[in-house]
C-alpha cells in the first residue's frame, strides 16, 4: 500500500485540538504525525473540520436495529420490550442478518466508528438446529462489516439457560449451544483475521449456570480475548441472583474468575458499594449505553464511581435507539447532570477517550483509539461548520464535538488508511437509508 498524506485542518492528539496537522499513512498504519503544517503538502488529501480517532462502538446488537421506532409505541418495561426482540431475531437467516448488518454497520461508519464489538448470541436456526456451518451467522456478521469497512470484534456469546439454570425456552433455543464445553467447542472454529477479532461474552448470570462461567472465562484467558458480560442491567436480575446464590451479579462473576482486565461488564447499573469496590480492583471495564438506558427506562449507572475505584469506561450503542457515539458521550455526562444536580463530571478530553481509546482497548484493539505514529489509520472527521458546529473557536473544537455535534456532522471515515466515508457519503454503501429499509421491510413481510 503506497504512502498517502492526509492533511487535517485541525487534530485532536489526545490533549488539545491541534491546527494543521499532517498524517503519512502507510500499509495502514500512521507512519509520522507533523504538527506546523499550515498549507496542505502538495498530492495529500485534504480533511476540514475537526479529525479525532475512529469511534469505537463498543457494545452492539445489530439486528436490534430492526425495532427502532417499534418499541417505543406505547408504555412497558425492559422485559416487555424483549418480547418483541423475540419475535425479530426468530425471523432472522443468515443472508438476512448479513444484509441487515452490513446496512447497520454502514450506518455506523456514517456516524464515524470505525470498529464494532458485535454482542453475538443468535447462533443456530429456529427450535435450535445447527447451521450447516455452526457459525454461519456469525460469518454473516463478519463479512458485513468487512463490506461496509468497518472493523469486527465478534464477541461469541455464550447463552445456555432462560434464568439461573433453568432450560432455554422456546425463542431461546436459537441462542443455545446446551453447554458451555460446546459453546466454546463451536467458537474455536472462528479465528482472527485482518479487521477481525473475536471474543467471548457471557450473556448474564442468569443465562449462563454458574458452574459453567469459568469454562467462557477460561477460554477467553488462553487466547487472551476480550470478555464482555451483560453485568447488573436490571434490579430483577439482581434479586434473582441473591436468591438463587446469595450473593449480587458481581460476586458471583468474580467467584468464577470472569472478573479482570480483559473483560469489559456491560451497564454496570444498579451496583452496591462493595460490587463498585470490586469491578475497579479487578480493572474490569465498564461500557456504558446511555441512549438504551434510557429507552429502556433502566437507570442511570455509577460510571462516576466506577471510574474512580479503577474501571475504564467505554461507550455503546446496544439496542441503537440511535446510533451516534456522540450523543452516548455526552448522555453521560448530562444524566451525571440530572442525577448529582452538579456539572462537570468529564471533560471534553475524557469523553472522547471513552468513545475511541478505550473503547478499542475494550474490543482488543489497544493499538487503535489515538493518532500518533504506528497506530492504526483509524480516524475520523466533524465538520465545524454546521449548523450544529458553526461558531465556536477552533481550540474549543473538542468541547463542540462532544457537546454540539452528531453523527450527521461526521464528514470524513478513514479505516486502516482506506477512506470509508467521504463528503458525508458511504464508499462501498452509498445509499444506506435504502440498504436500511430493505433490510428491516424484508423482517416485517
Known amino acids: 500500500m503506497p504512502l498517502t498524506t492526509y492533511w487535517l485542518e485541525h487534530a485532536w492528539l489526545g490533549t488539545h485540538a491541534e491546527p494543521g496537522v499532517a498524517l503519512d499513512v502507510k500499509d495502514g498504519r500512521i507512519a509520522a504525525v507533523r504538527t506546523g503544517v499550515d498549507t496542505p503538502p502538495p498530492g495529500a488529501v485534504v480533511l476540514r473540520g475537526f479529525t479525532i480517532p475512529g469511534l469505537a462502538n463498543a457494545h452492539s446488537h445489530a439486528f436490534h436495529r430492526a425495532l427502532r421506532g417499534t418499541v417505543q409505541v406505547g408504555s412497558g418495561t425492559f422485559w416487555t420490550w424483549r418480547e418483541v426482540m423475540y419475535g425479530v431475531a426468530q425471523r432472522l437467516t443468515p443472508d438476512g442478518y448479513f444484509a441487515l448488518a452490513r446496512a447497520v454497520y454502514a450506518e455506523m461508519a456514517l456516524a464515524g466508528i470505525t470498529a464494532v464489538g458485535e454482542f453475538h448470541y443468535l447462533h443456530h436456526a429456529p427450535g435450535g438446529t445447527p447451521y450447516d456451518d455452526p457459525n454461519a451467522m456469525g460469518e454473516a456478521l463478519i463479512a458485513a462489516a468487512r463490506e461496509a469497512g468497518i472493523r469486527i470484534t465478534l464477541l461469541d456469546t455464550a447463552y445456555l439457560s432462560s434464568g439461573f439454570g433453568a432450560a432455554p425456552e422456546q425463542h431461546q433455543l436459537r441462542f443455545s449451544d446446551g ?6 467447542e463451536r467458537v474455536g472454529a472462528l479465528k482472527d483475521r485482518d479487521g477481525v477479532r473475536v471474543g467471548a461474552a457471557i450473556h448474564s448470570v442468569r443465562a449462563v449456570p454458574a458452574d459453567q462461567l469459568s469454562t467462557v472465562a477460561r477460554w477467553a484467558e488462553e487466547r487472551q480475548a476480550p470478555l464482555h458480560v451483560h453485568l447488573s442491567e436490571q434490579t430483577a436480575e439482581n434479586e434473582a441472583c441473591q436468591a438463587a446464590h446469595g450473593v449480587t451479579p458481581t460476586r458471583l462473576l ?14 454496570n447499573t444498579h451496583m452496591t458499594d462493595a460490587d463498585i469496590a ?8 465498564t461500557c456504558m449505553c446511555p441512549t438504551t438506558e434510557r429507552d429502556l427506562a433502566d437507570g442511570i449507572g455509577p460510571a462516576v464511581a466506577l471510574q474512580k475505584a479503577g474501571s475504564p469506561l467505554s461507550l455503546g450503542s446496544d439496542s441503537h435507539a440511535v446510533i451516534d457515539l456522540l450523543e452516548e458521550a455526552r448522555a453521560m455526562e448530562l444524566n451525571e447532570r440530572l442525577r448529582t444536580h452538579v456539572r462537570g463530571h468529564w471533560t471534553a478530553a475524557a469523553l472522547l477517550r471513552a468513545a475511541s481509546a478505550d473503547g478499542h482497548a475494550a ?10 505514529t504506528g497506530a492504526l489509520a483509524d480516524f475520523t472527521t466533524i465538520a465545524l461548520d454546521s449548523v450544529r458546529t458553526a461558531g465556536p473557536v477552533p481550540r474549543l473544537a473538542p468541547e463542540t464535538a462532544v457537546f454540539a455535534a452528531s453523527a450527521a456532522d461526521v464528514r470524513h471515515v478513514v479505516v486502516g488508511g482506506r477512506t470509508v466515508v467521504r463528503d458525508g457519503a458511504h464508499v462501498s454503501v452509498p445509499d444506506t437509508a435504502t440498504a436500511l429499509t430493505d433490510a428491516i421491510s424484508a423482517l416485517r413481510s
Open 179 to 184: 453447554t458451555a464445553e460446546k459453546w466454546a
Open 254 to 267: 468474580a467467584d468464577h474468575g470472569v472478573l479482570g482486565p480483559r473483560t469489559t461488564g456491560v451497564h
Open 278 to 285: 470490586l469491578v475497579g480492583s479487578t480493572s474490569t471495564g
Open 363 to 372: 474490543l482488543g484493539w489497544a493499538d487503535a483509539g489515538a493518532l500518533e
